[in-house]
């Protein structure tokens, strides 16, 4: 099995580099039941030739200006890797990429584009920002230069796509630019097929049910995913407190004026049907409880932890608050899918740092869980879950592995004893800075927020999955990198791990 990009619609989170502290190949193996473009290559080639390919978000920063636009950055893999050689910067003067940064083959020739969101600077220096959604459409060369959707898509900045309705057709769920969508509903969906010039067959905005007025607020995130088995896309939306319009109404229950969540939950279901996304409330509760921390909900993502075909919801939360150090560490809780709905089937599988096999000391405020993401590293055909610690040791982070199980149904990681990588295969895994073999080191004050940036790739080809990781305060802020760790039968190797830095893309931060 390889799942580089196992649903319908990946979200890979945008990494603001040192401005922020949070981010058909010979012998490849296919994966069963992975999303295909029409050609039948992966969703993570945006070239066609056979190795995936790594897209981020990098924003520089100036000593005199602080942070500036971020730069969308492309680097295509080969047979040793990521190539920074091998890349693609867009440079806009004050184009600020805000992502997510979302792959689909919009255009339905069989390969991958990359679909997000940017603000623009208008020609006057006092011109107010535009936002936009953009495509770059992917080709054997590589990826074009990104172009505005039209038609009903102006205003609006990507969130998710899949196929909502399931005619085969990539959708964009999106919402305004301002937050609102002057009264037509804060977030609306692009339906495809998408013409020749980006203009999708119809939009509609999102209801909170078939009889419901359009949402008047923005989520923070969306995840997409094929909960139910039904070919059609599913999305769980998420709402965080004290970031919306001044105007939206007070929660009985919770944050005052400001409060983007809708007035009864922080986290909505929306199931794809054959006319499109429709609420769905039943599993809310719990998913609010999965995700919940005291400043509001994480961001989930999806992905078939268990092997059986149904995308699985991946939620990080904050874990059980209350005495001693393990509390409130941060745990992951697999929402299992099924045929009849999102955790309408097996129970729930919960991982945090106190469990047996668990490397490492667990502590309060830690993140656990966090940018969680599914695929094989092992090349065994189980699926295996990479997890970020990014407030581990005062904010310098960490990655850890957690195998595919090789009992009960051999897909999701069961607990057990940890195992050296470099002695036996199996063991879950901890890797940082500071482990042998990595380049760099941890700063000693904290914030490199070394992390995973999802999803898992296979940019060299091999038929196992690899980790890309970085970290955005290394450096004291000032350079950033980038780790790449191949995937192998033993887990992720640290005897070839490579490093590049955006100064290797052409991007150097300014110091004066």
């Known amino acids: 099995m390889r799942a580089s990009v196992p649903v319908a619609a990946v979200a890979v989170s945008v990494l603001l580099l040192a401005g922020c502290s949070e981010g058909g190949h010979e012998g490849r193996r296919p994966a069963e039941g992975a999303t295909k473009g029409a050609a039948g290559a992966s969703l993570g080639d945006f070239n066609g030739d056979g190795y995936d390919d790594f897209a981020t978000a990098i924003r520089p920063t100036s000593a005199s200006r602080g942070p500036l636009p971020a730069r969308l950055a492309v680097v295509y893999g080969g047979a040793h890797g990521l190539d920074p050689h091998h890349r693609l910067v867009v440079h806009g003067a004050e184009d600020d990429y805000v992502g997510p940064l979302l792959r689909t083959d919009l255009d339905r020739d069989g390969f991958t584009d990359l679909v997000t969101a940017r603000f623009r600077h208008g020609s006057s220096p006092r011109a107010e920002r535009t936002g936009e959604t953009v495509v770059l459409r992917g080709g054997p060369r590589g990826l074009a230069a990104p172009r505005p959707l039209g038609g009903g898509a102006a205003g609006f900045l990507a969130l998710a796509v899949g196929d909502f309705d399931g005619d085969g057709a990539a959708d964009l769920l999106t919402s305004a630019a301002d937050g609102r969508g002057a009264g037509r509903g804060a977030v609306r969906v692009l339906y495809g097929p998408f013409g020749a010039k980006a203009h999708p067959a119809r939009t509609a905005p999102l209801r909170t049910g078939p009889a419901d007025r359009p949402r008047r607020s923005a989520p923070a995130t969306a995840t997409a995913g094929d909960f139910d088995g039904d070919h059609r896309t599913d999305v769980v939306l998420t709402y965080r407190y004290g970031v919306g319009p001044a105007d939206e109404p007070q929660r009985p229950d919770g944050p005052g004026p400001g409060d983007t969540a809708p007035l009864d939950t922080p986290v909505t279901l929306y199931r794809g049907g054959p006319k499109g996304l429709v609420r769905d409330k039943r599993p809310e509760a719990r998913l609010a409880h999965a995700l919940g921390t005291e400043d509001g909900p994480r961001e989930p993502a999806a992905g078939d932890a268990d092997h059986d075909g149904i995308d699985d919801l991946l939620a990080p939360g904050q874990g059980t608050l209350g005495p001693g150090r393990h509390h409130g560490s941060g745990r992951l809780t697999v929402v299992h899918g099924a045929k009849a709905g999102l955790g309408r089937g097996r129970s729930d599988l919960t991982v945090d740092q106190s469990g047996p096999g668990m490397p490492g000391d667990a502590r309060r405020g830690d993140g656990f869980g966090g940018s969680p993401a599914v695929g094989d590293i092992t090349g065994d055909g189980r699926p295996d879950l990479v997890v970020a610690t990014p407030e581990k040791n005062n904010g310098n982070g960490r990655l850890t592995l957690l195998p595919g ?58 038929g196992y999955d690899d980790v890309i990781a970085a970290a955005p305060g290394y450096g004291h802020g000032r350079t950033g990198g980038f780790w790449i760790f191949r995937g192998t039968d033993r887990g992720l190797s640290t005897r070839d791990v490579r490093r590049f830095t955006p100064a290797d893309l052409g991007i150097r931060f300014r110091t004066g």
């Open 405 to 462: 199980s090789r009992h009960g149904r051999g897909g999701e990681y069961a607990p057990g004893p940890a195992k050296s990588p470099h002695k036996e295969p199996g063991g879950v895994q901890s890797l940082d800075l500071d482990t042998p073999g990595v380049p760099g080191r941890h700063t000693p004050y904290g914030f490199d927020a070394f992390a995973p940036q999802p999803p898992l790739l296979d940019v060299d080809g091999d």
